[in-house]
């Protein structure tokens, strides 16, 4: 379905528009009329009107609201990663910018969540129906903005990502390469995706809430092969030269052993440009060799 079914230019609001929020606004923009809200105005990308608002003050947020907005996304990451940093990005944000939209009609709220809401650490198999008892603070926060989302008078969708990477997200990669990763075998399950499938993973949804197909409250996005980590990192050494393990070197995730399954969101009609963590990886680790 395309953006352009809708019966006139889509106005979209991106609440958060650092590297996956930015990303998924310059997408966007190219076929609707979107707005970008973050602190530094300066940062939005271009083509993206920029919004300059903090969303712990609801009067900013409020006074910078364009009318008319059809889809928000709420995109936010934590500017400190303790219990306040979570609360304020996932919960108190949303709650302001909820009540500075105050009675228009959305179409579609997306909220970005995260694959953390689960705990489950005995290699089963999680889904959008699973049980979610997030040990950790941050997945706890970020489950409470999950239901101030649900709970906010509009339409909502959560979607959960499990871990990003690629070419702006290439931590695991250079861990891998220079020693920092000796997981012990067998090692945890672990779970990711493409940055540009998580970016076309909320742009196919934001199509279809605009083309009026319905939409389920939650999504987990993750790519289509869950894979123990030391497994993932075995077939990096085979792939570059690597660095020896150092003696401190990470042994294991930290995010439990799951294993999520995408296929609610396949439902929909979505594919995957990098299935698997091989296709991902195989295309960074090219650009590597080829940088020298």
Not at 81 to 91: F, P, Q
Not at 135 to 147: C, N, P, T, V, Y
Not at 209 to 231: H, I, M, T
Not at 280 to 287: L, Q, S, V
């Amino acid at each position: 379905m395309a953006i352009t079914e809708h019966k006139q230019t889509p106005r979209i609001l991106v609440a958060g528009c650092g590297k996956l929020g930015g990303a998924i606004a310059e997408r966007l923009s190219r076929q609707a009329d979107v707005f970008g809200l973050r602190r530094d105005p300066a940062r939005v990308p271009q083509g993206v009107r920029p919004l300059g608002a903090d969303l712990m003050h609801r009067e900013q947020v409020a006074s910078v609201l364009p009318d008319g907005v059809d889809i928000v996304i709420y995109c936010l990451t934590p500017s400190s990663y303790d219990e306040e940093g979570y609360r304020n990005a996932y919960v108190r944000g949303l709650e302001n910018l909820v009540s500075a939209l105050g009675s228009q009609p959305l179409e579609r709220l997306i909220f970005v969540s995260s694959s953390s809401v689960y705990s489950q650490n005995d290699d089963s198999w999680v889904d959008e129906t699973s049980p979610t008892e997030p040990a950790r603070f941050s997945g706890q926060m970020i489950l409470e903005g999950e239901q101030t989302a649900l709970n906010s008078g509009n339409p909502a969708t959560i979607v959960r990502f499990s871990g990003i990477y690629g070419p702006t997200r290439k931590q695991f990669l250079e861990a891998v390469v220079n020693g920092r990763m000796d997981p012990a075998s067998p090692a945890p399950f672990s779970n990711r995706i493409h940055e540009a499938d998580a970016v076309a993973a909320v742009c196919h949804l934001v199509n279809r809430a605009l083309a009026g197909a319905s939409l389920d409250p939650c999504y987990l996005a993750s790519d289509c092969e869950p894979v123990r980590l030391d497994e993932v990192v075995a077939w990096v050494r085979e792939q570059l030269p690597c660095e020896p393990p150092e003696p401190d070197a990470r042994i294991g995730g930290r995010a439990g052993s799951k294993r999520c399954s995408n296929q609610r969101l396949l439902d929909t009609g979505f594919r995957f440009r990098y299935p698997d963590f091989r296709a991902g990886y195989r295309e960074m680790i090219a650009d590597r060799l080829e940088e020298g």
